[in-house]
């Protein structure tokens, strides 16, 4: 069983940066899927950037403005996250799949003056 632990969420001003990072509980090495989902309220939950064998996907709201990363040495998926809009306020989760798919417990990021 896979845990997945984000960190890094928080209270910005709009044009700020945030960076999140997932722990994961296990070797990330052979997860074919990594990457980072946010959901706003009242609205389903979104794919933001993902890794899959190595190539990276991004949702054509955050191209240019986030990027992701991973550490298979650390168990470590990030999300760099600048110019940031109050459009992007959302709780983000940590996605990664081997064999199933599993879930972080979210991080709330609130862009706001």
């Known amino acids: 069983q896979v845990q997945l632990v984000e960190s890094g969420g928080g209270l910005v001003q709009p044009g700020g940066s945030l960076r999140l990072s997932c722990a994961a509980s296990?070797?990330?090495?052979?997860?074919?899927?990594v990457g980072w989902y946010r959901q706003a309220p009242g609205k389903q939950r979104e794919l933001v950037a993902r890794?899959?064998?190595?190539?990276?996907t991004y949702a054509d709201s955050v191209k240019g403005r986030f990027t992701i990363s991973r550490d298979n040495a650390k168990n470590t998926v990030d999300l760099q996250m600048n110019s940031l809009k109050s459009e992007d306020t959302a709780v983000y989760y940590c996605?990664?799949?081997?064999?199933?798919?599993?879930w972080g417990q979210g991080t709330q990021v609130t862009v706001s003056s």
């Open positions: 296990e070797s990330i090495f052979s997860m074919n899927v």
């Open positions: 890794i899959i064998s190595g190539g990276r």
């Open positions: 996605h990664a799949f081997y064999n199933r798919d599993y």
